[in-house]
């Protein structure tokens, strides 16, 4: 079992030659630490910052690069042995103190493009400083994007937003400690303690923590870890049914910013069922990451939930892992919290330089802009070669993709922008997809993420002489990058020591810092995601169809005799003839599920049902 000081046992912020030191001793921690844990202060106005944004990039997809635009001239990849290895060297980035390199020698760009996207990457870091300052860098919903002030508070805008995010860091270590030591027990058992983290939440809630467990977790964690990250029931009653009996000792973290979000609003309203059933008082074990004053944290609040943690408006949920989102759950598991932070800020203070061949972050944009032309023409495929790693791709899948996938530029020219990422681990890729990778359609280019220790130090041995299981994995990923290369594959490697919460910090935060520098170079905002909320309105849609269809069946159900009606019957009661197919499958799904009886015909020939529902609710349940 991990012991209780190593949760948050580095002093943060840290001594090193980059930061200023300062003592984070226990005694520090919040002595009014009682069931709210933390109390949220009133918001000062904050002075009105605007961010200067870059010129337009992009125009539209199918067009062009413009003559203005750095357009990749693109020759053959570089063969010669002896010359790829001076390239090797020339641009091999290493960080001493975090253990990680980047090698870009596999992708093909030339000196004359880079220097042509010189004054591109001036402006993007002169757009980062300003984000950092605390400028409005999401003009469509007004906030300012401050998460990097959660791994260096110093940075913060004003000394209220800074007391709020270490706050909140003393709050979290103390709560995991006294949950991990016994001293704050489940309520049905005394003298027990708890022994499952349950966290329901979605998106960049559950993505960026179930990435954490998977890859530092210990093998055996003072609390177990399950998440409900959707609203499927089946999925949900999995994981409930998994936890059994202990769900008694279970603490239920629920995050949400707005405390509206469909899918974890279902998921609580679940597990709160699954307590009554239970005989269990959910409210003793249940915490809430939330906003201040959200349908949630009010709700907590008046029920007296175990305790509250903020979500800052200045989070988003994709860059959130560093917040209560993330540090919570990692902490409660036996993850060293600090040493994750200790990790980002060191990266974070790499990605400030604007040298771009000393600024890893800006060397991965680089490789992004010309491997897909700036328009997102080929697929980026992660590849990390431990299994520790393997969320590493999904995590990714939503900082990247929801970050850069726009329609607009900040010009509000179409452009319909992208990076598309998918991956596997390493090497089971070898026995999956990297015969099209090599062969296939060349629609990709691929991240190899390398850990060099193997095992911890003592506890390797030879399959056979000379030769570890570790050294047939490492054979599997230098292979696959030649194999690759000799097809003009590009590949970028980004090497590591080994797994440790200081060396996936850094990976976090470098690939963060990545995502904010591209997306300045191809002009767009990285911090919103109005395709999210499109889909989310038009759920909303569907679902208050399904209301409709469910009063127009209820209605012809009360009458004797019982009323089936067919398709278009209940298309035109309904007073939405245009939407037949989404009231054949709603009806569909009903009838699966036992909702809704088909009368006549099947599901198979929509036109020849007839259905209903096969009770009458009196009480206009449906109205």
């Known amino acids: 079992m991990a012991s209780v000081s190593g949760i948050c046992s580095s002093s943060y912020p840290f001594k090193s030659k980059h930061f200023t030191a300062r003592s984070s001793p226990s005694s520090t921690i919040m002595p009014s630490f009682k069931i709210d844990y933390l109390t949220f202060p009133t918001r000062p106005k904050l002075a009105d910052r605007t961010l200067v944004l870059t010129p337009s990039v992009a125009r539209e997809v199918s067009a062009d690069l413009s003559k203005s635009d750095p357009s990749p001239k693109k020759k053959g990849l570089e063969k010669d042995p002896g010359a790829l290895w001076r390239r090797y060297v020339d641009w091999l980035y290493q960080h001493k103190e975090l253990g990680l390199f980047l090698d870009v020698s596999r992708i093909g760009f030339s000196e004359e493009f880079v220097e042509e996207m010189e004054p591109r990457f001036q402006a993007a870091f002169r757009a980062m400083q300003e984000l950092e300052k605390g400028a409005i860098a999401n003009p469509d919903e007004g906030r300012m994007v401050g998460h990097y002030w959660l791994r260096s508070s110093k940075l913060a805008p004003n000394p209220f937003l800074k007391l709020q995010i270490e706050n909140t860091l003393e709050a979290v270590c103390k709560f995991a400690e006294d949950v991990v030591s016994g001293k704050i027990k489940p309520p049905s058992s005394p003298e027990g303690r708890f022994t499952h983290v349950l966290s329901v939440g979605i998106g960049g809630s559950a993505l960026g923590p179930q990435f954490v467990a998977e890859a530092l977790a210990p093998d055996n964690p003072p609390l177990k870890i399950r998440f409900i990250d959707n609203t499927d029931p089946a999925g949900i009653d999995h994981q409930i049914a998994q936890l059994g009996p202990e769900l008694a000792s279970t603490i239920v973290i629920v995050i949400s910013k707005s405390g509206g979000t469909p899918e974890t609003r279902n998921g609580l309203l679940e597990v ?30 008046i029920e007296g939930w175990l305790a509250r943690f903020p979500m800052f ?65 080929k697929d980026m495929v992660i590849l990390p070669y431990k299994d520790s790693l393997l969320l590493f791709s999904r995590y990714l899948q939503q900082l990247v993709m929801e970050s850069i996938g726009k329609e607009f530029d900040l010009d509000g020219n179409r452009v319909n922008q992208g990076l598309t990422v998918y991956g596997n681990k390493g090497s089971t890729d070898q026995h999956a997809y990297i015969q099209q990778l090599r062969e296939g359609v060349h629609n990709f280019f691929v991240t190899f993420i390398e850990v060099l220790r193997d095992r911890p130090p003592g506890h390797d041995w030879e399959l056979e002489p000379g030769v570890t299981c570790g050294d047939y994995l490492f054979g599997m990923l230098q292979g696959t990058r030649s194999a690759l290369y000799a097809k003009d594959r590009e590949s970028v490697t980004v090497t590591v020591q080994e797994v440790t919460a200081r060396s996936v910090g850094a990976m976090i935060a470098l690939y963060e810092r990545a995502v904010g520098i591209y997306a300045s170079l191809v002009n767009i905002n990285a911090y919103h995601q109005p395709g999210v909320e499109a889909g989310k309105k038009a759920a909303g849609e569907v679902l208050a169809l399904q209301k409709r269809v469910l009063a127009v069946l209820n209605e012809a159900s009360c009458k004797e005799p019982v009323e089936p009606l067919t398709l278009d019957e209940v298309a035109e009661r309904c007073h939405a003839p245009e939407d037949i197919e989404m009231i054949y499958k709603i009806i569909a799904h009903m009838a699966a599920n036992d909702r809704a009886l088909i009368a006549e015909g099947s599901c198979g020939s929509p036109r020849s049902i007839k259905v209903f529902l096969g009770e009458c609710y009196v009480d206009d349940l449906y109205a």
């Open 272 to 301: 709160q069922k699954a307590f009554r059933e239970a005989g269990l008082d959910f409210a003793k074990q249940g915490v809430a990451i939330t906003q201040e004053n959200s349908l949630l944290d009010n709700t907590a609040r």
């Open 313 to 377: 408006d200045w989070v988003g949920g994709r860059t959130s892992e560093m917040s209560a989102v993330g540090l919570l759950p990692a902490a409660l598991q036996g993850i060293d919290i600090r040493e994750m932070l200790a990790g980002a800020s060191l990266m974070d203070e790499a990605n400030r330089t604007t040298v771009v061949r000393n600024n890893p972050a800006a060397l991965l944009a680089l490789c992004w802009y010309w491997a897909s032309d700036g328009v997102g023409s």
